[in-house]
């Protein structure tokens, strides 16, 4: 097949994946199976090999993917049930001071979702956003932007998240290295996007406290329930256990992220025969350290703080069911990507992207940001652009460092620009009380900041990777 046939089918096939999406409200899940079959038909891929291609596709991310999803999701369990998270922002306000509460909300937001998910650390912290507002008597939105930029950085960008893990598996990235550039793009992303523009839309856009909202998202932080979060069990915290002190909760956080880290840091200044490079590698896999943190959460945080072995299986269990779609539609991108591969569609991109003459990264981006806005969804835009970015970065020579530049640029593109095709949308004007106008001007504004200053972070960066 030409390369102009392939990049037609590869158009194609992406239009078609809008429309079953976004006109004909088709499930996501269903849409990219569906999708990713008729493209390997139309692109000539053997009849006798396109289940072998679905199965191979959904196996070779899943593999990775949906181990390190369903553990996060037990991870931000755990915290959530013990009130661990809302330990974190109690302490954080009071180590920043009442007048620095924005900075210690973005903080907090960007500290509690990278095991929790955005919904869950929304639903579990909007209440202590009501109660400063009324307290100091600063803008809802004021306060309320650096928490949701913190929460959605961290989502989007920082591992052990869907979004980053997804895209870094489909490209083969190395996680440690993702972990790493997220947080250094998060950062200005936050502080720009979140405390900064908050502030100044905050004098601007004045809304209260929604009526009968801060009891409703208390009773919901207790009893969980959203589409991507961990948190949809039964299980609400027992106020009668005392809370986990910070030092212990922010110890068990770092676990992971350190094993994790020193896995990375000991590729790259240890010979990887020693005895120390292969405990590093092991301990530091990221499927390896999150079972640890897994274990020690539940040991330390649950058992000791009153949660009995049955308790914690419940819990353990609550945190499984509401991932099961993520993992899905995590999957169903992967088959995707291999449909793309397999069809040798890979040359054909490669060919176009190096004949524009712009960068891998600014391409990347670019990608995510018109699937995001298209889909509405960042995990479902994030993985179909990582398996279109795929084929491309398969024949460059990249460095472990900017092939994770790479994974960044995807989640910053996969930010910007949330409207009403996104869930998220919703739920912060549910949330603030704010009108469809003022939401654009104020999340959507926030997230299209974010993204584009993630972007440029990232790819400043990898000029010295």
Not at 154 to 165: E, Q, R, W
Not at 274 to 296: H, K, R, S
């Amino acid at each position: 097949m030409s390369t102009a046939l392939l990049l037609s089918s590869v158009v194609a096939a992406i239009a078609v994946l809008l429309l079953l999406i976004m006109g004909l409200r088709l499930h996501a899940f269903v849409a990219l199976l569906l999708v990713s079959i008729v493209t390997a038909v139309v692109v000539g891929i053997p009849l006798s090999e396109i289940v072998d291609t679905v199965e191979e596709g959904m196996g070779g991310v899943l593999g990775f993917v949906a181990i390190i999803v369903g553990l996060g999701a037990m991870f931000g369990q755990v915290l959530r049930v013990t009130g661990a998270a809302e330990q974190i922002a109690d302490t954080l306000i009071k180590a920043f001071g009442e007048k620095r509460v924005p900075w210690s909300l973005g903080l907090t937001g960007l500290i509690v979702a990278i095991p929790v998910f955005f919904d869950v650390g929304l639903v579990l912290l909007i209440p202590l956003v009501y109660t400063l507002a009324k307290r100091l008597k600063i803008s809802l939105v004021a306060l309320a932007l650096p928490l949701l930029a913190g929460l959605s950085a961290a989502h989007s960008l920082v591992p052990p998240t869907p979004g980053p893990v997804a895209a870094a598996g489909v490209l083969g990235a190395d996680l440690g290295w993702v972990m790493i550039l997220g947080l250094a793009a998060s950062v200005p992303a936050v502080i720009l996007g979140g405390v900064v523009y908050g502030k100044w839309i905050g004098a601007k856009v004045v809304v209260g406290v929604p009526e009968g909202m801060a009891d409703e998202a208390r009773d919901e932080a207790g009893e969980g329930g959203d589409e991507n979060g961990d948190g949809d069990g039964d299980e609400g915290r027992d106020s009668s256990r005392g809370a986990p002190s910070f030092g212990v909760i922010l110890t068990i956080l770092a676990v992971p992220i350190v094993l994790i880290l020193g896995n990375t840091a000991a590729a790259a200044f240890l010979d990887e025969e020693t005895t120390l490079a292969e405990v590093l590698a092991l301990v530091g896999d990221p499927i390896v350290a999150l079972i640890i943190a897994v274990l020690l959460a539940f040991y330390v945080l649950g058992a000791r703080h009153g949660l009995g072995r049955s308790e914690l299986q419940s819990v353990a269990s609550a945190a499984l069911g509401p991932v099961g779609l993520i993992i899905l539609v995590t999957g169903a991108g992967g088959v995707f990507g291999q449909v793309l591969e397999d069809s040798g569609v890979g040359d054909a991109l490669e060919e176009v992207f190096v004949g524009s003459g712009l960068p891998l990264i600014l391409l990347a981006f670019i990608a995510a940001a018109l699937l995001r806005v298209a889909l509405g969804s960042g995990t479902v835009a994030t993985v179909t652009s990582a398996a279109i970015v795929a084929q491309v970065a398969e024949g460059a020579d990249l460095s472990a460092g900017m092939l994770a530049a790479v994974v960044i640029a995807i989640g910053a593109g996969a930010t910007v620009l949330s409207h009403v095709n996104d869930s998220g949308f919703w739920l912060v004007n549910r949330y603030l009380g704010l009108t469809e106008r003022q939401t654009l001007m104020t999340w959507t504004a926030m997230q299209t900041i974010m993204g584009a200053t993630a972007f440029l972070t990232v790819w400043a960066l990898s000029a010295v990777l």
